[in-house]
């Protein structure tokens, strides 16, 4: 079954299998943390930058040679001081008086778009894939009580389960050991078989349909997948793209960032 939700501005209604549901209004935007939001801004954002960047008739700001017209990483953006935190990552940050400062401090680690990032590298794995692998064992429980096909419990795995990880997978390029996925298809497993034996080897399952399968999701598979795709971006980026324009500019004027940043705090130059 497909689904698909569009918006046209004012005209919002929900689509299933060619069936149009009836026009509906919009109360609500995305939750806070959610990992769709800045998709969002992207699709939305992007063809004005796009235009502003290609308009002749503009001009930006130049440093050493450097123009930028358009600066989406802060123009016209301000600090929301009840919704930042500050999190030290060095011993010279730790050992400042951070009470001073008009942030909530996060000591050991903190959430940004649904991703956990924690002040030990070796803390990723265990704040964010083996909490996430927790999450979906006691979604399964619940969704086990469900009267559902075996089809509909691979397609539960493919709409709800998957994207979690595969986001997982490609926010966090970290070394994944076999172990972890081999907990993963015990968990799958379970709940597609309803804690029953197994009548078919994963293998079979994981097929594709014109194959015989019903293309369950290789998650170790999407695991390289999202890490190739990394690397081919590291391999195919040119060596004059190494540093970004507005970057280039604020590494260049370090007076106008600082007066930058005091001005979004309001604590003057």
Known sequence: MNRLTLAAFLKPFHKTNNTQSEYFPLYRSTRQGCPLSPLLFALAVEPLSIALRSNTQITGIVRNGREVRVSLYISGYKLNLNKSELFPISTAARNYPLYSLPFKIAHHNFTYLGVCVTSKFEDLLKANFVSLLSKVREDCEWWSILNLSLTA?????????????????????????????????????????????????????????????????????????????????????????????????????????????????????
């Open 153 to 269: 419990r691979v397609n539960t795995v493919k709409m709800n389960i998957l994207p979690r990880f595969s986001y997982l997978f490609q926010c966090i390029p970290i070394f994944l050991p076999q172990s972890f996925f081999q907990k993963v298809d015990s968990v799958i497993s379970e709940f597609i078989w309803n804690k029953k034996v197994p009548r078919l080897r994963k293998q079979y399952l994981q097929r594709p349909r014109k194959l015989g399968g019903l293309a369950l999701p290789h998650f170790r598979f999407y695991y390289w997948a999202s890490n190739i795709r990394i690397l081919k971006y590291w391999l195919q980026s040119k060596p004059s793209d190494a540093q970004i324009n507005w970057l280039a500019i604020e590494a260049n004027s370090p007076l106008l960032c600082k007066n930058n940043i005091k001005d979004k705090l309001g604590m003057g130059c």
